[in-house]
């Protein structure tokens, strides 16, 4: 039933019903309380951090915000989550960070972490938020965010996650990690990988209890899938997987 | 001083004319008494008919009201009044004189003097009253405690005793003296009993037989200086882990004001201390003792304050509970409609929590659920449970937001008897599905829960949304679910610095007989954030808020901050606390004197929590010395499904109840509980003088009440009895002095008014 809900649910997207996708993007982080109407169980929040071969708007703004409002889309049509339906950007040293418990942030390769943002998001992860990294690809880019993971969670290890991880069975049963290209290199049918990112790899941090506080979706692409869904040429079977997956982590977030 | 002034001016004392009936025996005939009268009057009245214009109408009048006053004061005197009386024969008739024999008598309250002594003085055979005594009547001494004793004097006790009955004093004094003359008792105690008899019962039968029961209450009503410690309620049994609050009651006179800790032990070891503060002279105030029941097992749990200086029973500073504390894991079914992190936190906030097991079943989209906590594949694997059996496993249960049209009209009606029926702790919590938006008003989940649902729906389509800064109601101070903090000081100060929380359904009101233990300020409120109440053999309990996980993910908890994981893990605990098993076994009191009896009852149910009569419900005491009892309970046909049996305990000790029930020679379970038997000190608390009790013997059996100070006449009063060998006599009354005094004054005023008028 489920992937007969997502194909439609795709059909929808490229037909261009259901939700008007606007154009413009922020350029920066936007104060949440006159913005975002309070009350909502969940919010698709996208970490808004500093780096350093920033876009003119951020590395973090990568896709946003259509890839978010056509997630929204599909969590909201295929679970029973009450979803705020629109963006929902947040600094990470922002107090208010915390009523916010699922944090989404992407292309990290490039992230260099002011002190406080380290601070608000080692406070974060400890009181029980979840982060999920997307679309950063190579051994330069790991690197580089290992490195920033050492200093907010230094005393916590990266691990691979496991197939039979529950995480992995929350809403979908997801027997494998697929690789998700990016956009441009989907619709032509290239390669999956970017830079020496061959492999895809679902990694974790997990506290003292086994919870998980952060999951990598390194060397993928979870955010084209979402952002292109609608698009005829972009292979459904990746954009299923992001959504599948997606859907995944949020349950998990929500439920561990 | 008025008895005295009474006696001087009427010639006897009160007692005299309150035993006797008024009689003339005037040796003339009372015609010619009354003519005589009337003649003295005639005379009074011509006289001043005389005086003519000297004298004004209503001059005249007053002069004649004095000489018709003095002629009837003569009249009175001559017509022979006199008291009739029934007084004992000497030495016909035996006295009983029963003492307290108990250890409330060696409460030095006299000006230094236990009270066991001035009894001792009082009652000394050489003593005046003794003396007093014995010239009419032939005594009999007793001493009584819990039973009644002969003694050969006062100075033979050794007020020792345990208890003091005073129903079985009275009565056993009756039944010992019942064959022979008896013109009375004499009681000498300071009334503290705490055998919790029936005083009518001998009292009417005393009364009955014309026994008066004469009582001299000795010792003082309010105990200066003192601190006394009682226990009003206390769990018989928690789970491990519980926070557990005790309701004590603390009597204190002549330390007002002064703060002491109250220190709470478990067979040594310190479990909490706070600071109370001393209520003033004499006026009880009650008091709740917070610990957390770490070690699983019965524990003898002492609460105590320490000795003050000066006071009188040191005893009476503490006291003790015995309380089983369970270590297992007791299992809440979590039923959430929506996937929302109340739930991930919650489950977090317990999840090291060893007592207890969240099972939870989330809906995640329509018709699909996620599993979390269960036993095994089956558990669940068809959604909410759809049967008692199935439901009635869990010892509460907790509802997210689901609306009420999820439910058949089975489950709905299921819900509520998993509260009333099964006796189970059910928990709603706030949501958009939650209360009166979820639809509940009008189902059988209405009358269960603790708050008012809205009747109508709201005209506005908006979603209510109202931040809300909550906090604690005076019930919800002192309430354990609370202490989120080690004392109430700091769990106070917690509650006042939390961050504000949300809430997505106004309930504004709490039912009659419920307690609301939080509120929360915010947009129209205040509004219900935190209410609970016991409903047929449960609880249940509204938390309307939607995200208390705030109290966990807020940037202004510290890390190390545990007041998230507390508040929950407490709170479940509350909402399993009573939940009973399908058997359960129960003592009427948790420390007895060897000796004494008990009761021991079970309460047995089948699976289903239907109650059963006829089931076969045998309890296998044993005793500190390993021996095994075989008891078998019945039952007590008051309730359905209730058992009872009498045990009496003969070893001091800790004795454990192992109950067994079945049906058809099918088990239906076992429960075991504990009580110990030792002496249980009840002589020292509540062991001021009774007097209220006291005057209602004397009052109810004809005898008087007295004290130490006022005994002189105690000889005399006790003379004048119906009962026993007796005599009626006649006590003249036409020479009281007041009839005198009378006269004089009458015919004084009399004469000075005519001397004044220039008749005299």
């Known amino acids: ?73 599909g969590l909201t049509r295929l679970t029973g989550i009450d979803a705020f339906e629109r963006e929902h950007p947040m600094r990470l040293d922002d107090p208010a960070l915390r009523r916010y418990p699922f944090l989404y942030a992407v292309e990290v390769g490039a992230m260099a972490l002011t002190e406080a943002e380290v601070a608000g998001l080692r406070g974060y992860l400890l009181a029980g938020g979840f982060l999920v990294i997307d679309d950063f690809w190579g051994s330069f880019e790991w690197a580089n965010f290992e490195r920033e993971m050492q200093r907010v969670l230094p005393e916590y290890p990266i691990v691979e996650l496991p197939l039979d991880h529950p995480l992995l069975r929350t809403f979908y049963a997801i027997e494998e990690v697929l690789q998700v290209p990016n956009v441009w290199q989907g619709r032509m049918g290239g390669p999956t990988w970017e830079r020496d990112g061959y492999v895809p790899h679902l990694r974790a941090i997990a506290d003292e209890q086994g919870r998980l506080m952060v999951l990598i979706n390194w060397n993928s692409d979870l955010g084209d899938a979402w952002e292109w869904a609608e698009d005829p040429h972009y292979p459904l079977p990746f954009s299923n997987y992001a959504y599948r997956l997606g859907v995944n982590l949020i349950l998990y977030g929500m439920s561990r | 001083m008025a008895e005295r002034l009474f006696e001087l001016l009427f010639k006897y004392r009160p007692v005299v004319f309150a035993r006797g009936d008024l009689v003339f025996a005037s040796p003339w005939p009372l015609i010619v008494v009354l003519a005589l009268g009337a003649l003295a009057l005639a005379i009074g009245v011509t006289a001043y008919r005389r005086t003519g214009a000297a004298m004004s109408a209503r001059e005249r009048g007053g002069l004649l009201g004095l000489r018709i006053g003095a002629v009837a004061v003569l009249v009175f005197c001559l017509t022979g009044p006199a ?38 003085e009082m009652l000394a055979p050489a003593g005046p009253l003794m003396r007093a005594l014995g010239e009419r009547f032939k005594l009999r001494v007793f001493g009584f405690s819990e039973t009644l004793g002969r003694a050969d004097s006062v100075g033979a006790l050794t007020f020792d005793g345990r208890r003091t009955d005073l129903t079985e004093a009275l009565a056993a004094a009756r039944r010992d003296l019942a064959t022979v003359p008896l013109a009375g008792l004499v009681l000498v105690t300071d009334g503290a009993d705490n055998a919790a008899g029936v005083l009518a019962e001998p009292l009417l039968a005393l009364a009955a037989d014309g026994v008066p029961v004469h009582v001299v209450g000795v010792g003082r009503e309010t105990l200066t200086p003192d601190v006394e410690l009682s226990r ?134 329509e018709d699909k659920f996620l599993r979390l906590g269960v036993e095994d594949a089956n558990e669940l694997a068809a959604g909410f449970p759809r049967t008692r059996a199935e439901l009635f496993r869990y010892r509460g249960l907790i509802l997210g937001s689901v609306e009420a049209s999820f439910f058949t009209h089975d489950q709905l009606q299921m819900l509520a008897e998993f509260v009333s029926v099964r006796g189970g702790g059910l928990l709603a919590l706030g949501g958009r599905h939650a209360f009166a938006e979820g639809g509940w008003t009008e189902t059988p989940l209405a009358d269960v829960l603790p708050v008012m649902l809205e009747r109508t729906a709201r005209a506005d389509t908006t979603p209510f949304f109202t931040e809300v800064t909550v906090e604690l109601t005076p019930a919800g101070r002192d309430h354990p679910t609370l202490q989120v903090r080690s004392g109430a000081e700091a769990s106070a100060a917690r509650w006042d610095s939390l961050p504000a929380l949300s809430t997505l359904n106004p309930v504004r009101e709490v039912k009659a007989g419920a307690s609301a233990l939080l509120l929360g300020r915010g947009d129209g409120g205040p509004y219900v954030v935190l209410a609970t109440q016991r409903y047929g053999r449960g609880r249940s309990v509204a938390l309307p808020v939607q995200d208390s996980w705030i109290w966990q993910m807020h940037a202004d908890i510290p890390p190390e901050d545990e007041t998230h994981e507390a508040f929950w893990r407490q709170l479940l605990r509350h909402l399993l606390s009573d939940v009973p098993d399908p058997l359960d076994a129960a003592v009427s009191v948790d420390r007895v004197e060897p000796g004494r009896p008990l009761t021991l009852s079970a309460e047995v149910a089948d699976s289903g929590y239907v109650r059963l009569n006829g089931a076969d419900v045998q309890a296998t005491v044993v005793d500190p010395a390993g021996g095994e009892h075989a008891v078998p309970l019945r039952w007590t046909v008051r309730h359905d499904g209730e058992y009872e049996a009498t045990y009496e305990p003969s070893l001091a000790g800790r004795y454990e109840v192992r109950v067994t029930a079945s049906q058809g020679g099918q088990s239906l379970g076992q429960a075991t509980t504990y009580f110990e038997a030792g002496d249980v000190g009840a002589e020292f608390f509540g062991a001021g003088r009774q007097t209220g009790t006291l005057r209602r013997i004397a009052e109810e059996t004809g005898g008087r009440y007295y004290t130490p100070a006022n005994l002189r006449t105690l000889p005399e009063d006790v003379s004048f009895t119906e009962s026993g060998a007796t005599v009626v006599e006649h006590r003249d009354l036409w020479d009281m002095p007041v009839l005198l005094l009378t006269l004089v004054g009458l015919l004084s005023a009399e004469w000075i008014w005519r001397r004044h008028k220039g008749l005299a």
């Open chain 1, 1 to 73: 039933m489920r992937p007969a809900l997502l194909v439609s649910l795709a059909t929808l997207l490229a037909t261009g019903a259901g939700h008007t996708v606007q154009q413009s993007r922020p350029a920066e982080s936007r104060a949440v309380s006159a913005v975002v109407p309070p009350g909502r169980a969940f919010y698709f929040t996208r970490a808004v951090y500093s780096d350093y071969r920033s876009r003119s708007r951020g590395n973090w703004s990568t896709d946003f915000p259509k890839a978010d409002r056509q997630f929204l889309i």
């Open chain 2, 83 to 120: 008291l009739r009386v029934t007084t004992v024969v000497p030495q016909q008739n035996f006295l009983g004189i029963l003492v307290d024999d108990s250890r409330s008598m060696r409460v030095a309250d006299g000006d230094g003097r236990t009270r066991g002594a001035l009894a001792t």
């Open chain 2, 232 to 365: 009003i309620g206390a769990p018989a049994t928690v789970l491990e882990g519980t926070a557990v609050a005790v309701e004590l009651a603390v009597r204190a006179a002549g330390y007002e004001g002064r703060r002491v800790p109250l220190q709470v032990e478990d067979e040594g070891r310190i479990l909490a201390r706070t600071e109370i503060r001393l209520p003033a002279s004499g006026e009880p105030s009650t008091v709740r003792a917070h610990f957390v029941a770490t070690e699983a097992g019965p524990r003898r749990v002492r609460f105590s304050i320490p000795l003050q200086d000066g006071e009188l029973i040191a005893e009476n500073n503490a006291v003790e509970a015995l309380i089983t504390v369970k270590r297992r894991t007791e299992r809440i079914l979590y039923f959430e409609g929506e996937p929302r992190f109340e739930l991930k936190f919650l489950r977090r906030a317990v999840a090291e929590d060893k007592g207890v097991a969240v099972v939870t079943l989330l809906r995640t989209a």
